[in-house]
T-cell receptor
Framework: AQTVTQSQPEMSVQEAETVTLSCTYD???????LFWYKQPPSRQMILVIRQEAYKQQNATENRFSVNFQKAAKSFSLKISDSQLGDAAMYFC??????????????FGTGTRLTIIP | DSGVTQTPKHLITATGQRVTLRCSPRSGDLSVYWYQQSLDQGLQFLIQ???????AKGNILERFSAQQFPDLHSELNLSSLELGDSALYFC????????????????FGPGTRLTVL
């Protein structure tokens, strides 16, 4: 079974600085997707960024970028120029690719990010 | 706004009761997923429907059931409620394979917070 591990329960960063959240996963699959979701105090789950395992290029979305190391099964999220609105719980998630029939997401336990003004 | 709607936002009920949670997916999405977020279990996949048919089951209790209707909205029925069923229940939807910009990405609704007293 696939597992996703987030070893940092809490992180904090000064406003405007850069922070990296860690995620590792375990799978025997070669093709899959990885996601970072953000859950602010409103509890809404918001997609931050996604990565296809077959793509070597790391995904970026404005101030958010990932460092995807397939061999190491590592998928970290870098937030540049941190803003107060980035304060939230961040979840790393895994999904099998093209497994039509079961596309469930497996989530890590989350990292709570605090932004220090 | 993800385009996924869930009602009600909050639900308070007593042990032993039955409740129904409702979800409307994004326009065009055929897959609906239900997840449970609790303090002790984290985010767990419950069940997936695709175009009216059950596709996959996760850690869903026998007291829970779900269905997807011809108009693609879905309902999650929880019966014989126990204190431990108190949680945030999310619905997510995704577009069909090979359709849309990111058919493999799940977009979440705002959730229904269930409190069992």
């Amino acid at each position: 079974a696939q597992t996703v591990t987030q070893s940092q329960p809490e992180m904090s960063v000064q406003e405007a600085e850069t922070v990296t959240l860690s995620c590792t996963y375990d799978t025997s699959e070669s093709d899959y997707y990885l996601f970072w979701y953000k859950q602010p105090p409103s509890r809404q789950m918001i997609l931050v960024i996604r990565q296809e395992a077959y793509k070597q290029q790391n995904a970026t979305e404005n101030r958010f970028s990932v460092n995807f190391q397939k061999a190491a099964k590592s998928f970290s999220l870098k937030i540049s120029d941190s803003q107060l609105g980035d304060a939230a719980m961040y979840f790393c998630a895994y999904r099998k690719s093209n497994n039509f029939g079961n596309e469930k997401l497996t989530f890590g336990t989350g990292t709570r990010l605090t932004i220090i003004p | 706004d993800s385009g996924v709607t869930q009602t009600p936002k909050h639900l308070i009920t007593a042990t032993g009761q039955r409740v129904t949670l409702r979800c409307s997916p994004r326009s065009g999405d055929l897959s609906v997923y239900w997840y449970q977020q609790s303090l002790d279990q984290g985010l767990q996949f419950l069940i997936q429907y695709y175009n009216g048919e059950e596709r996959a089951k996760g850690n869903i209790l026998e007291r829970f059931s779900a269905q997807q209707f011809p108009d693609l909205h879905s309902e999650l029925n929880l019966s014989s409620l126990e204190l431990g069923d108190s949680a945030l229940y999310f619905c997510a939807s995704s577009s069909p394979p090979l359709a849309g910009a990111h058919p493999d990405t799940q977009y979440f609704g705002p959730g229904t917070r269930l409190t069992v007293l």
